[in-house]
């Protein structure tokens, strides 16, 4: 099976997910992701049940663990100013003044 996503499935995936032309099951990992990371992560009777649709409770915890993972790493390099794309083991994270 084929995972990998495309410039236009990426486009999709940053744009309106009601009308992206992304498999079902992905707009829903999506849709959780944008849960998860915002302000007041709180998943619903509802979303819980779309969910539900498309992943089984074993899928829904390793999405939302890889997800709180992921969130949590970009908070971090964040937090400390660390430019991942311009990381080498010679290089000193950047850290923004006080």
């Given at each position: 099976m084929d995972t990998s996503l495309d410039d236009a499935m990426v486009s999709a995936a940053l744009g309106?997910?009601?009308q992206a032309d992304l498999p079902a099951a992905t707009v829903m990992a999506l849709r959780l992701a944008d849960v998860?990371?915002?302000d007041t992560p709180i998943v619903t009777p509802e979303l819980k049940a779309e969910l539900g649709e498309h992943f089984s409770d074993d899928q829904i915890l390793e999405l939302g663990s890889a997800l709180a993972v992921a969130s949590?790493?970009?908070r971090f390099i964040e937090a400390f100013g660390i430019r991942p794309d311009s990381w080498s083991p010679d290089a000193a994270p950047v850290i923004r003044p006080g």
């Open positions: 309106d997910l009601a998860l990371t915002s949590g790493w970009q």
